[in-house]
């Protein structure tokens, strides 16, 4: 261990931590006081040094920040926000290892056995890290491929929210309650995701159900009608009626209509909200579900016993047992 | 046409005592501005879908209400002495659908006037820029392309006439002229049109309302079309003073897709 540190001190400007190696390699404990003696620290050597680190940390850390966010948003507004933040990070994580590096060469570091011992590390900590590096890979992929950017909505599993930001590590989200979510890598990768605000425009497919009593035809050309004063609907791709099929309670009809993306969500909830009111206005019933229960004959009536309670409280007299059958309720609405 | 709106109205009446509300009519739109304080209230009103202004008394009674909500309102540097409205074309491209489609045959030429919509640009003199830009009538979305990368236009249907008379001239309509030629070797069959209005320019004679000529030579499916704005007023108006700019104004020739329609995507999926 000692002999490793000792490598690394270069002529006459040793860091702290090798004035106390060296004392107590020589086996002489009493020399540790001496070796940090005020003086010792504060030799002017040694000032200038930690004032040209001081310098270099001062300025080089703010630099580069600096120049990462001026390249971000330079490369976001002539491109797209995902190159943005691409770019900025092209530039942010070569200059903190250039500052780190001429910080620790200031230091009295020499850096190729910190890079040999860097190298060891690294090996070391590859075996230990399989699924950050898993996930930085991912994250290339991710970044050149582009499934999505930054400020696309997208849906992972369950979550459904806009890209804040796709990382090296992960991905951001944030929800539409404003959630933040963080998404490793690797597993976008592997899952599927659906990327709801590629395209500029969306179908809204709207479920409509009308009684079996209602004319089909007339029923098409009232959605129509709603579709076509709505000027949310985009008049191309047309909007269209398809018979969905005979369902328990109604005739199912799936009512197609396009929007742009931005007008998608405002425009499924007027729809509805206009197509059962011109359905009440047009006498068009929307059933909800209907059961019929039949005694045993489909043409005879049910038997009803009605109970009454008397003005003093007391019920009326029970049936006759032998008119009272055993199923007396009619569910039909 | 003592209803033409593209003019200046003072705030004042002569006596220059009182500022008064004030309502003009664009078409079916109605915009009523009051000053109040130091600032301006704006309102705009059209009548709902399937309403007409003046179609039934129980309509106009409504519209002339003062309404109680829905004013926008601006702080004024200063006296304002009139309202200025200025006319412009939609703000996107109008895809035209003719009542009943025509063929273009090869190597043949045709005009067609169409009634364009306008909007209304309301400013205060003195003072140049426009507080508010409002379209006269509210026309439907389109798509115009492609679904993954096509644009964003209005739609119109329209009877794309072949000649226009002195009835069809309306204060809040501009007469937009397209001038086609067919060189592509093959009939064109003319059910869409999308017209660039935003690039065209409008021109004023007497109380007629006209936009710069365009000119479309069609050269195929797979070349587009190439359509060039003339900056000038269409022959049948001639004469005409320039009233207001382009939005966005193009270079002379641009290569654009004009006649080519959407495919159909409309086929119904589950996903």
């Not at chain 2, 309502?23 to 501005?33: A, C, E, N, Y």
Request: aromatic share 6%; with cysteine.
């Amino acid at each position: 261990m000692n002999s490793l540190f000792l490598h690394l001190a270069s002529d006459g400007l040793a860091p702290l931590s090798l004035l106390v190696l060296q004392a107590t390699a020589a086996g002489d404990p009493a020399a540790l006081p001496s070796a940090l003696s005020l003086g010792s620290l504060l030799s002017p050597e040694r000032i200038t040094v930690l004032i040209r680190t001081a310098l270099v940390l001062g300025l080089g850390v703010p630099l580069v920040y600096g120049a990462s966010r001026w390249l971000n948003a330079l490369v976001a507004k002539r491109y797209n926000p995902q190159r943005g933040l691409v770019a900025g990070k092209l530039l942010l994580y070569p200059g903190v290892i250039l500052v780190v590096v001429t910080t620790l060469s200031e230091l009295g570091f020499s850096l190729a056995p910190l890079l040999g011992a860097a190298g060891i590390v690294g090996i070391a900590l590859g075996f230990a890290s399989q699924t950050s590096v898993s996930n930085i890979i991912s994250g290339f992929f991710l970044i050149g491929e582009q499934p999505f950017v930054v400020d696309d909505v997208i849906q992972v599993g369950d979550t459904v929210g806009r890209v804040l930001s796709v990382d090296m590590l992960s991905v951001k989200l944030r929800t539409f309650d404003n959630r933040f979510v963080r998404i490793p890598n690797e597993n976008m990768i592997k899952s599927q995701v659906i990327n709801i605000t590629r395209f500029p425009i969306r179908r809204a497919d709207l479920l409509v159900g009308v009684a079996y009593k209602e004319n089909v035809e007339r029923v098409r050309l009232v959605l129509l009608e709603v579709a076509r004063v709505n000027p949310l609907v985009l008049m191309e791709p047309e909007p269209t009626v398809f018979f969905d099929g005979f369902g328990d309670s109604a005739i199912n009809l799936r009512f197609t209509v396009w929007a742009t993306k931005e007008n998608f969500v405002k425009l499924k909830n007027i729809l509805q909200e206009e197509i059962k009111a011109r359905f009440d206005a047009e006498g068009i019933e929307i059933p909800f579900p209907h059961r019929s229960l039949y005694a045993g004959s489909a043409t005879d009536p049910f038997p009803v016993r009605i109970i009454a309670a008397d003005v003093d409280g007391s019920e009326a007299p029970p049936m006759p047992p032998e008119s009272a059958p055993g199923t007396k309720e009619n569910t039909q609405s | 046409m003592s209803n033409f709106p593209w003019i200046r109205h003072p705030f004042r009446d002569p006596s220059g005592l009182e500022a008064e509300p004030l309502q003009v009519d664009v078409g079916p739109l109605r915009i009523r501005t009051r000053l109040r304080s130091s600032e301006l209230h704006v309102h705009q009103s059209r009548p709902s879908a399937g309403q007409k202004p003046g179609a039934s008394p129980e309509v106009a009674g409504r519209l002339d209400e003062e309404p109680t909500v829905g004013w926008s309102r601006w702080a004024l540097p200063g006296e304002v002495t009139h309202l200025r409205l200025d006319p412009a074309l939609p703000d996107r491209p109008v895809v035209v659908t003719p009542h009943e489609p025509f063929r273009l045959l090869d190597g043949a030429e045709a005009r067609i006037f169409v009634r364009v919509p306008l909007w209304a640009r309301v400013a205060v003199e003195p003072g140049s820029s426009h507080l508010l830009d409002t379209p006269s009538v509210i026309m439907s979305d389109t798509w115009w392309g492609d679904p993954m990368d096509g644009e964003l236009c209005y739609w119109l249907a329209t009877s794309a006439r072949r000649a226009v008379e002195a009835h069809h001239f309306e204060p809040q309509l501009a007469i937009t002229v397209l001038h086609m030629d067919n060189d592509s070797g093959q009939d064109l069959l003319v059910d869409r049109l999308a017209l660039r209005v935003n690039h065209l320019s409008l021109f004023r004679r007497g109380y007629e309302i006209w936009s710069e000529e365009t000119r479309v030579r069609y050269q195929g499916d797979d070349e587009g079309s190439l359509v060039e704005m003339t900056g000038r007023p269409p022959k049948e108006a001639t004469g005409a003073e320039k009233l207001a700019p382009a939005r966005t104004p193009a270079p002379r020739g641009i290569r654009a897709r004009t006649f080519a329609r959407l495919k159909a995507i409309s086929s119904v999926g589950t996903g």
